[in-house]
Nanobody
């Protein structure tokens, strides 16, 4: 079973920065598209950033220019660098590993890490 473990969340003031990390078990990391999602209280989970297995990236409009997703395949880790944080970025952030093999979709999730942006 693939396991994802997030870290790096916490409390930060508006305008501050945090870097989230997500370590992925197993030997298939390089094949996954990796995603960061977030869910704020009372809201649906939303896709924040994606990095494909060939390192192409995509971002939600709300975080473009502020967040950067990256991956380190030898370390089987994906990162989310978050700069110029705003109170509306407050949410639980989840790491997701996604692949499709022989027509079957695989999705693995971490447990989530809380990010709170407040003065």
């Amino acid at each position: 079973q693939v396991q994802l473990v997030e870290s790096g969340g916490g409390l930060v003031q508006p305008g501050g920065s945090l870097r989230l990390s997500c370590g992925v078990s197993g030997n298939m990391f390089s094949m996954y598209a990796m995603n960061w999602y977030r869910q704020a209280p009372g809201k649906q989970r939303e896709l924040v950033a994606t990095i494909t297995n060939d390192a192409s990236t995509n971002y939600a409009d709300s975080v473009k220019g502020r967040f950067t997703i990256s991956r380190d395949n030898p370390k089987t880790t994906v990162y989310l660098q978050m700069n110029n944080l705003k109170p509306e970025d407050t949410a639980v952030y989840y790491c997701n590993a996604h692949s499709v093999r022989i027509g079957i979709r695989y999705d693995y999730w971490g447990q989530g890490t809380q990010v709170t942006v407040s003065s």
